[in-house]
């Protein structure tokens, strides 16, 4: 896969202006959703590389990352002049440059996107890494390609616009890439303030971050090996989603991938040895910044179905990312369903859920 230019940028007019040089270009669209068109696109509606972009958008949220939404952005580059020249801008989260990027690399074989998120979500995971996608029926991300963008570019500004819930969804995949990485990186990031944010000290959070997400990246595009290592805290964190629905309660996604880690830490202690203390740190960290998500032991089945149907599994048997301690990473680990369920005792105690 090409590898994607990640800028992080403190002057946005400038990189975003260069970053569109470098992509020789027909005609310029931007992509929004109503979120973003109303909060972000007037931080850079002004700015004299995007004059005479045409601005495309969709409904905000995950629920609007369908063919339809997907068919109108199609339908707007077609009838409005785009050609297999023409360059996307996606602004927004990750449900924007997922579903513009997918767009971009579908639309007369693909033409160049560059990406700029504005959640910290999709600044540390969704815009950075090539998977493109939409969900369709009723499956998330079921359809779409490995794809990169030419260009992402990482402004923090966008984050002092958003919620302390959006903020702590991101941070949970940092956290992740954290315990993926090295212990310094993963003591930084549990000893962070997330009550009172230094955003000048989260930018450099994010940068590190991203270098670590990159890095797995460019070692294995597709998915084949260590870029599972990018699933941990997801197995769980998937099925508490998907139980979250069903029950109409709702959970960001990183509170779910929080909450995951929580369990698959633990397996990872009685199944490949990490280490209590650093087990006890996290779950600390967790619980402290993330609340706890209630269960009884009546939805275990429930919730061991969800994780059997996991995309990432192969043959039925549930695939996990365990770790033997900060920056071991072992892929393609199995647990046993009675392995499972005391992992959802452990949680339910330890959270005191
Ligand atoms: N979000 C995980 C990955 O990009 O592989």
Redo the contacts with the bound molecule.
């Keep these: 896969m090409r590898k994607q230019d990640i800028i992080i940028s403190n002057d946005l007019e400038a990189s975003l202006c260069h970053a569109i040089e470098q992509c020789s270009h027909d005609k310029l669209f931007v992509l929004t959703d109503h979120t973003t068109n109303e909060k972000c696109r007037p931080l850079i509606a002004d700015f004299d590389c995007l004059k005479g972009a045409e601005y495309i958008s969709i409904p905000a949220t995950d629920e609007h990352k369908t063919l339809e939404s997907l068919s109108y952005v199609w339908s707007y580059l077609s009838q409005n002049g785009g050609s297999r020249h023409s360059l996307l801008i996606n602004l927004g989260g990750g449900m924007v440059t997922d579903l513009g990027g997918f767009a971009a690399s579908t639309f007369k074989r693909g033409i160049n996107y560059i990406n700029i998120p504005t959640t910290l979500l999709a600044m540390v995971?969704?815009a950075?890494?090539g998977?493109t996608g939409i969900n369709f029926n009723g499956l998330k991300n079921e359809i779409g390609v490995f794809s990169p963008a030419h260009s992402v570019l990482l402004n923090t500004t966008f984050l002092k616009t958003l919620d302390t819930a959006n903020l702590c969804s991101g941070y949970a995949?940092m956290l992740k890439h954290g315990l993926i990485s090295t212990e310094t990186h993963w003591a930084e990031l549990v000893n962070f303030d997330l009550t009172n944010i230094d955003y000048a000290a989260l930018q450099q959070l994010v940068a590190k971050s991203v270098s670590i997400?990159e890095g797995?990246?460019q070692t294995d595009p597709y998915?084949q090996g260590i870029?599972k290592a990018?699933?941990l805290g997801?197995t769980v964190g998937h099925a508490f989603e998907s139980l979250a629905l069903a029950e109409n309660r709702t959970v960001l996604h990183g509170y779910a991938v929080a909450w995951g880690l929580i369990c698959e830490l633990y397996l990872s202690f009685i199944k490949t040895g990490f280490p209590k203390d650093r087990l006890r740190q996290t779950i600390d960290f967790i619980k402290n910044n993330y609340g706890v998500f209630a269960f009884d032991c009546k939805v275990y089945e429930q919730l061991y179905q969800f994780m059997t149907h996991d995309k990432k599994n192969t043959s039925g048997i549930i695939n996990f990312t365990l770790m033997g301690d900060i920056g071991d990473i072992k892929i393609n680990q199995s647990a046993t369903k009675e392995e499972i369920f005391e992992m959802l005792d452990f949680y339910r105690e330890t959270t005191g859920c």
């Design positions: 995971d969704a950075v890494g998977k995949e997400k797995i990246v998915e870029r990018l699933n997801h």
